[in-house]
């Protein structure tokens, strides 16, 4: 069992900066593809980005704006986010999985966090 909790959201401008944090619990985190997703009021939860081992895939609606980065020594997984856009509001949301590499479908993903909730005001 995993447990996600996902921190540093918040309310920025347009064009601000945010980091999201997900800190999870297991001795085998570097053994977990993570991925972060996000859902927007009325819409579906989407993709933004996942990373196994080095290697992490974006989602096209965030290339060149976000990076994704993890610390197995600290069980965590970052989601840097610049040059925020009111398309960008949604609560964000950090999964493991346990099979796969890098992978885009939320179904894939086997434990999912709380969410965090992320504004960006026009």
């Known amino acids: 069992q995993v447990q996600l909790i996902e921190s540093g959201g918040g309310l920025v401008q347009a064009g601000g900066s945010l980091r999201l944090s997900c800190s999870a619990s297991?001795?085998?985190?570097?053994?977990?593809?993570m991925g972060w997703f996000r859902q927007a009021p009325g819409k579906e939860r989407e993709f933004v980005a996942a990373?196994?081992?080095?290697?992490?895939r974006y989602a096209d609606s965030v290339k060149g704006r976000f990076t994704m980065s993890r610390d197995n020594a600290k069980n965590t997984v970052y989601l840097q986010m610049n040059n925020l856009k009111p398309e960008d509001t949604a609560v964000y949301y950090c999964?493991?999985?346990?099979?796969?590499?890098?992978?885009?479908?939320?179904?894939?993903?086997?434990?999912w966090g709380q969410g965090t909730q992320v504004t960006a005001s026009s």
């Open positions: 297991g001795r085998t985190f570097s053994r977990y593809t």
């Open positions: 999964a493991a999985a346990l099979g796969g590499w890098a992978v885009q479908e939320k179904a894939r993903y086997d434990y």
């Open positions: 990373i196994s081992g080095a290697f992490t």
